[in-house]
């Protein structure tokens, strides 16, 4: 039997698909990653010396790792919070990166490290507090919260674009941005969720079936950090490999919705195997190849958060705790790409994701 694990009736559409909530905390999260982002390369890594390239990549992976980590314990301390703490929470996330921002305009090493530790907080903190609501206001939807997922990658490489402007014309656009969405926050609408208290009732099969959501989550963290295409040198066609990453998020959780998650896990991942042997030369593949590989984003969120539905901000950190774990073999330097590499990635990964999805059923989850 089914359960329904969010409800928002002020917020959703004839067919109940949260639009305001999705919208909002969408363009929330764009503007909350590319205000951490241009923080941290604008001018947190060349105060601490770090000016190339390379030393930037490593800079932004190492200050991912940090927000993403801090997601888990953020997301079980939102789950004993309850509703009201969501939206307050995202309201406190916006204001501390809005100080961190501000912080850094000042002199000295002191405020250097307040601005680290407030943009990494904050942005561990929104992504927890909105990404709860919208799987609250969600039902059985896995849409919304591809949705909302999808835009943090624009903020990303938008942010890491902004770093090379002038900082001080930039920190007052990124401060006058926050405090609009903090007003975006606060027109969301009421908070209309069931809630019946903090819940985990997991068995041997449900912690199996987290386990492999998990390690599914850090093949794609690890797939993403290696997708270095030999045609993404040039500027159009690394613009549209960002657009497949985002429209791939975003539409893994559609095509979700209407085929189920299991239909689209194997269709996606399977055919994004093949195209993964010829990306290396052949760009429309290799976009092809990206945009089906991030279908399975939407499909592994959802499917935690249905597996702990009264404890949707731990299944949130357990995917972004994940996402930290792939990320790491990259900071360490180790580092192995190609298309075959990547072929066994996605072959692995709907391997995984499959035995995960199955298990759900058979363990009588909501999927």
Same mark, same amino acid.
């Given at each position: ?9 002020? !917020?959703?559409?004839? &067919? ?16 909350? &990653? ?17 000016? &190339? ?27 004993? @919070? ?21 912080? $850094? ?74 405090? $609009?969405?903090?007003? *975006? ?30 390690? +599914? ?24 490999? *960002? ?13 979700? !919705? ?5 239909? +689209?896990?194997? @269709? ?9 042997? %010829? ?22 969120? +959802? ?28 900071? %360490?330097?180790?580092?192995? +790409? ?18 995960? %999805? ?10």
């Amino acid at each position: 039997m089914a359960r329904h694990f969010g409800n928002a009736k002020p !917020d959703v559409a004839r &067919d109940g698909f949260p639009l305001r909530v999705t919208g909002i905390y969408a363009t929330c999260h764009l503007v909350v &990653d590319l205000a951490c982002v241009t923080t941290m390369l604008g001018v947190v890594a060349p105060t601490l010396g770090v000016s &190339d390239m390379l030393g930037r990549a490593a800079a932004i992976v190492a200050y991912d790792m940090l927000a993403f980590c801090l997601q888990l314990p953020i997301g079980a301390l939102l789950d004993m @919070l309850g509703p009201r703490g969501w939206r307050g929470g995202a309201l406190v996330s916006l204001a501390m990166v809005a100080a961190g921002v501000w912080c $850094v305009r000042l002199v000295g090493n002191a405020p250097l490290v307040a601005a680290l530790v407030l943009v990494a907080v904050g942005n561990a903190l929104f992504h927890c507090a909105g990404g709860e609501e919208v799987l609250a206001a969600s039902g059985e939807r896995a849409a919304p919260s591809g949705i909302f997922i999808s835009t943090g990658a624009i903020g990303v490489v938008v942010g890491g674009m902004a770093a090379w402007n002038t900082w001080a014309g930039v920190s007052v656009a990124l401060v006058a941005a926050l405090a $609009v969405c903090a007003l *975006l926050v606060l027109a969301a609408g009421p908070l209309a969720y069931e809630w019946r208290g903090l819940s985990l009732e997991l068995g041997p099969v449900g912690w199996l079936t987290v386990v492999l959501l998990a390690a +599914t989550v850090v093949l794609r963290a690890y797939a993403g950090a290696v997708m270095t295409y030999p045609w993404k040198v040039d500027a159009g066609l690394a613009w549209c490999a *960002l657009a497949a990453v985002v429209g791939g998020k975003a539409a893994g959780g559609v095509v979700s !919705d209407r085929l189920g998650a299991s239909a +689209t896990a194997v @269709l996606s991942l399977g055919a994004a195997a093949p195209l993964f042997l %010829l990306s290396w030369e052949n760009a429309a593949a290799g976009l092809g190849a990206t945009f089906l590989f991030n279908f399975t984003m939407a499909i592994t969120l +959802t499917a935690l958060a249905r597996l702990m539905p009264e404890a949707r901000g731990l299944a949130f950190g357990v995917a972004s705790f994940s996402l930290a774990i792939g990320a790491l073999p990259v900071l %360490l330097g180790f580092v192995v +790409t190609g298309p075959q590499v990547l072929c066994g990635l996605s072959l692995a990964s709907l391997v995984l994701l499959a035995s995960a %999805l199955l298990l759900s059923h058979w363990g009588q989850s909501p999927m």
